[in-house]
């Protein structure tokens, strides 16, 4: 990212302003598989069209303007008072809780009340409200969320809503004017203006372990608040999400970024279908190839994802991939860089066949990939085996001498510890889960019902088998 260096502020802008959810980070040194949606949403084309000689944006500002709604959310938090900072944070009845607000924005994409927005606006919310540009208020179910992408799926009970059509995040020019909507600094219905300055972009704001980053890059101003709002085009058309900006300061600097919406158009088609997104995993490990290492290896090849190591019996193996293979399209789409080939991939599910063009010995050669899902086959990740994927870990009934020697009347062990919910918040393994929530846990699926469209706080309580009592907090 030319010229810019300082800190990176997730406009993670909406989430949460008064609560401090800004993240900082050190920065110092086509074709579309068309989904088809399962739910029965109404889609109807606005009768725009692209503005001839000059550029004008007051058809699109005035059709986008009444379909991104301001989201308010409302978190609900105790003050620490004792030795067990979790167990008061979340339960103590002798406090009193303190809520917390925060605000951001979001994007109606049909008719029936379907809203997109971040992630990070709404994360920890126990209740989210949504406000239309008419002013008409709505309490809001979060549907489903998507954290690799900082996208959530948010739904209300009405009829009738002016909403934004999808446009093709594909077909985005570097240089074409876009139009950015949203509440900044709870300003409602603001639309700024800016080009298209990179696509591609991985500027390493989200921290989880399969992130998708291949940020819209514009000049449009966005700011605190602007999270979750739309970037639309000169025919007003969604072409991404707008959710964070370069900063050192916290505010607009000139640089801001927009999760593409065939993303976006993606996560919702996931949710929508199965309650949660499904990943499709080509099986390589890449980094960016550049000139530096195109002379290094003597390629003649500048542009592309270098693959520098496969998984074993993976996607790309079987389909006859080979280590040193650089990635330069698929399904014929051109790929320049690892966040485009992601995204690109992105779009796809598992199961799906995709063209995989690569250059190997000044020879361009195609391979036809089926990809797979994150445990290596085909099939539908349900919603609770994704669940279990979050929090990381493998949960067996304690033993009956573990429960006879602490006197528990039930108890999940923690094995198999990986990165997720429970390794984040400090768990150990072995850990033995007695409660979460304050509810007696016995089986794997009581967490799951525990979990199970919860939003805001949870509190794990539990014991070492060294008999040290411990309890956990994190968010869902």
Not at 50 to 59: K, T, Y
Not at 368 to 391: C, H, P, W, Y
Not at 438 to 462: C, F, H, M, Y
Request: no cysteine; net charge negative.
């Amino acid at each position: 990212m030319k010229n810019v260096t300082g800190l990176i502020v997730a406009a993670l802008t909406g989430a949460i302003v008064s609560v401090g959810t800004y993240t900082y980070l050190d920065k110092k040194n086509g074709q579309l598989v068309e989904q088809v949606y399962t739910a029965p949403i109404q889609r109807v084309n606005y009768p725009m069209a692209a503005p001839e000689g000059s550029v004008n944006f007051v058809e699109a500002a005035n059709n986008s303007i009444h379909s991104v709604v301001h989201i308010k959310t409302k978190v609900a938090r105790s003050s620490y008072r004792s030795s067990n900072p979790f167990y008061q944070y979340f339960f103590d009845q002798g406090l009193q809780p303190q809520t917390q607000q925060g605000s951001g924005s979001g994007v109606i994409i049909s008719g029936d009340g379907y809203i997109l927005t971040n992630n990070h606006v709404v994360s920890n919310a126990d209740e989210v409200e949504v406000m239309l540009n008419d002013q008409r208020s709505y309490k809001a179910e979060v549907l489903g969320t998507d954290p690799n992408t900082d996208l959530a799926l948010l739904k209300i009970d009405e009829e009738g809503l002016a909403f934004i059509p999808y446009g093709n995040s594909e077909n985005v020019q570097v240089g074409e004017w876009v139009l950015a909507v949203g509440n900044p600094f709870n300003l409602n219905s603001t639309v700024t203006a800016g080009i298209v300055s990179a696509k591609g972009r991985n500027i390493n704001i989200l921290q989880e372990e399969f992130a998708i980053e291949s940020f819209i890059q514009t000049d449009a101003a966005v700011n605190p608040g602007n999270s979750g709002g739309a970037l639309v085009n000169t025919k007003g058309e969604l072409i991404g999400i707008n959710t964070a900006i370069a900063s050192t300061t916290g505010s607009y600097a000139g640089y801001s970024f927009a999760v593409p919406v065939n993303i976006a158009r993606k996560v919702v088609d996931d949710i929508l279908e199965f309650g949660t997104v499904q990943r499709a995993f080509i099986g390589v490990s890449i980094r960016d190839l550049n000139g530096k290492i195109a002379s290094e290896k003597g390629l003649n090849v500048s542009e592309g994802a270098y693959v520098q190591g496969l998984t074993r019996d993976g996607a790309a193996y079987d389909a006859g991939i080979r280590e040193g293979d650089i990635i330069v399209a698929i399904d014929a789409v051109k790929v320049k860089n690892v966040p485009g080939l992601q995204e690109k991939i992105g779009s796809y599910r598992p199961g799906d066949m995709a063209q995989v063009t690569v250059s190997r010995d000044g020879q361009l050669r195609k391979f036809d990939v089926e990809l797979r899902n994150k445990n290596g086959d085909t099939e539908v990740i349900s919603k609770d085996a994704d669940f279990m994927v979050q929090l990381g870990a493998d949960l067996q009934p304690a033993s009956a001498e573990q429960l006879k020697r602490f006197g528990l009347q039930s108890g999940l062990q923690v094995k198999n510890l990986a990165n997720g919910k429970l390794k984040g918040a400090g768990v150990k393994e072995g850990f033995i889960i007695t409660r979460v929530d304050r509810k007696l846990v016995q089986s794997p699926n009581d967490v799951l019902n525990a979990l199970n469209k919860k939003t805001g706080g949870v509190l794990i309580e539990g014991v070492y088998p060294n008999g040290l009592t411990a309890y956990y907090g994190f968010g869902m």
